[in-house]
């Protein structure tokens, strides 16, 4: 029996192109590194192939350790601090009772981005990772790979990757704030958040902070943000509050939307896109503002957006 090994590829691509977007924050990049093992896989006779699986899984994560390696370079320089690159996930969010916010109802382009592990704060967070610490700790963490696979992937002693496993799930824990799942009524505390920030009700909307709250900006070199993090509830509510008295403008074009299985607002302005914030939560209270204002960065996600 002739085997599909086209056929065999795609059914693979899903789970490679989420592993290989975790893995780099960008899904441009993930898709050329899904393409580069495609390229492998063509030329690879299949019946070398005990296990495609693994074999596929192998190739994208070294792959992506390469590519990783060069692109942690370029950050390095990288004006302010780097937010990975979102995926548009869900755009079912109902229309929330403030003026101008809506609900998209333009389906993404990218749906593959999977479940757990995508939140854009983790994402952030890895960023702090080694690339064969993020491959560990994604490998095992997230997509369940026992230990003596992953070995074979990052070509260590099982025994080093678990202790790989543990140094990344440290570093992980302590460098980012805890987060609950979303509360059940996100979309009213969400609008309720958003008001009390165009009202200027610094007391309200310190109440629906926690205490260590954080906002990171993402502008690059081109867009003016914060270029550190800003921590604590007064400060947070002062820095949203001024923000928006400053460059939140009437016929701004206002969508809620589901982005890495978190709640975020995406602003549009004359048909171009101007900022993405990306809520966190823990306990009914926000725990974490991610905005993103990078134009490369936004221009990207609105292709995908509005396609």
């Given at each position: 029996?002739t085997?599909?090994t086209?056929?065999?590829?795609?059914?693979?691509?899903?789970r490679?192109?989420?592993?290989?977007y975790?893995?780099?924050g960008?899904?441009?990049?993930a898709?050329?590194?899904?393409?580069?093992a495609w390229?492998r896989w063509?030329?690879?006779?299949?019946?070398?192939?005990?296990?495609p699986?693994?074999?596929l899984t192998?190739?994208?994560?070294?792959?992506?350790?390469?590519?990783?390696?060069?692109a942690?370079?370029?950050?390095?320089?990288?004006?302010?601090p780097?937010?990975?690159?979102?995926?548009?996930?869900?755009?079912?969010?109902r229309?929330?009772?403030?003026?101008h916010?809506?609900a998209?109802?333009?389906?993404?382009a990218?749906?593959t981005?999977?479940?757990?592990g995508?939140?854009?704060g983790l994402l952030?967070?890895?960023?702090?990772l080694?690339?064969v610490?993020?491959?560990?700790?994604?490998?095992?963490?997230?997509f369940?790979y026992?230990?003596?696979e992953?070995s074979?992937?990052?070509?260590?002693s099982?025994?080093?990757?678990r202790?790989?496993?543990k140094?990344?799930?440290?570093?992980v824990?302590s460098?980012?704030?805890?987060l609950d799942?979303?509360?059940?009524?996100?979309?009213?505390?969400?609008?309720?958040?958003?008001?009390?920030?165009?009202d200027?009700?610094?007391?309200?909307?310190?109440?629906m902070?926690?205490?260590?709250?954080?906002h990171?900006?993402?502008?690059g070199?081109e867009?003016?943000?914060?270029r550190?993090?800003v921590?604590?509830?007064?400060?947070?509510?002062?820095?949203?509050?001024?923000?928006?008295k400053r460059?939140l403008?009437?016929?701004d074009?206002?969508?809620?939307?589901r982005?890495?299985?978190?709640i975020?607002l995406?602003?549009?302005?004359?048909?171009?896109p101007?900022m993405l914030?990306?809520l966190?939560w823990?306990d009914g209270r926000?725990?974490?503002v991610?905005?993103?204002?990078n134009?490369?960065?936004?221009a990207?996600?609105?292709?995908r957006w509005?396609a």
């Amino acid at each position: 029996m002739t085997v599909d090994t086209t056929e065999v590829f795609e059914a693979e691509r899903p789970r490679l192109l989420q592993l290989a977007y975790r893995m780099l924050g960008t899904p441009d990049d993930a898709d050329d590194v899904v393409q580069d093992a495609w390229l492998r896989w063509r030329r690879t006779a299949f019946d070398d192939i005990e296990n495609p699986a693994a074999w596929l899984t192998t190739v994208t994560t070294r792959l992506s350790i390469d590519r990783l390696t060069s692109a942690r370079r370029r950050r390095e320089t990288y004006v302010g601090p780097w937010l990975p690159e979102p995926l548009l996930v869900d755009t079912s969010v109902r229309p929330l009772p403030f003026a101008h916010a809506d609900a998209s109802s333009i389906d993404p382009a990218v749906t593959t981005v999977g479940g757990e592990g995508v939140e854009l704060g983790l994402l952030r967070v890895l960023e702090t990772l080694s690339p064969v610490e993020r491959a560990v700790f994604l490998l095992h963490d997230v997509f369940g790979y026992p230990f003596d696979e992953i070995s074979v992937v990052v070509e260590k002693s099982v025994a080093a990757a678990r202790q790989i496993a543990k140094r990344a799930r440290d570093r992980v824990r302590s460098g980012r704030p805890r987060l609950d799942s979303e509360p059940a009524d996100v979309e009213k505390w969400s609008a309720a958040f958003l008001g009390a920030v165009v009202d200027g009700d610094l007391d309200g909307l310190m109440a629906m902070m926690t205490d260590d709250v954080v906002h990171i900006s993402d502008g690059g070199a081109e867009r003016h943000a914060a270029r550190r993090p800003v921590v604590g509830g007064d400060r947070v509510a002062r820095l949203l509050v001024n923000l928006t008295k400053r460059d939140l403008r009437d016929d701004d074009e206002l969508h809620w939307l589901r982005v890495n299985r978190q709640i975020g607002l995406y602003i549009v302005r004359e048909g171009e896109p101007f900022m993405l914030n990306v809520l966190g939560w823990r306990d009914g209270r926000v725990a974490e503002v991610l905005s993103i204002l990078n134009p490369d960065k936004l221009a990207r996600f609105h292709a995908r957006w509005s396609a």
